[in-house]
């Protein structure tokens, strides 16, 4: 093991649920929860995402630290709900996540891409949202293996 993989594999991959929520329709309120059941195959239980094993768009998670960088950006505060993803999470990169699998809670995901902003999310919180969204728009994931997600809960980087 060279001293770069040996210094990686010695730092914690592993954060923090902070927030969660469910849109039970298309372009409807968020609904923030203590807990949620992760599906394989059908996402969220709640959420109106479409179910399905090539649905790449089951889950959407957001690095909690992007919340104040978008806020300042915007000169507002931003909550996680006004972004319509289903996942806060805090202490790890999730871009460091992709092509990767992962655990949160009893749940494993995988990621299947960047949760990029789009024209809607300007129309509901305003003029800037998309440039200040860009680059903190976090992942989108589908559930590989089901199981309750809650707040608070760790999430872990299955070793390659």
Known sequence: MSPLQELLAAVPQQ????????????????????????????????????????????????????????????GREIAPADLRRNIAVSGINLF?????????????LETTGWCQPCARLEERLGPGTFQAMRGHGGITARVIAGGVIRLDDHVRIEPL
């Not at 968020?30 to 996402?43: F, K, N, P, S, Y």
């Not at 460091?96 to 699998?101: D, I």
Request: glycine content about 10%; aromatic content about 4%.
């Open 96 to 108: 460091s996540l992709k092509g990767r699998r992962f655990h949160i809670g009893q749940a494993l």
């Open 15 to 74: 954060g923090r649920v902070r927030w969660l929520g469910v849109r039970p329709q298309a372009r409807g309120a968020m609904l923030e929860l203590d807990a949620v059941e992760a599906r394989r195959e059908a996402g969220l239980t709640g959420d109106h995402a479409r179910p399905g094993p090539r649905n790449a768009r089951q889950v959407t998670l957001i690095q909690w630290e992007h919340l104040a960088v978008v806020s300042a950006l915007l």
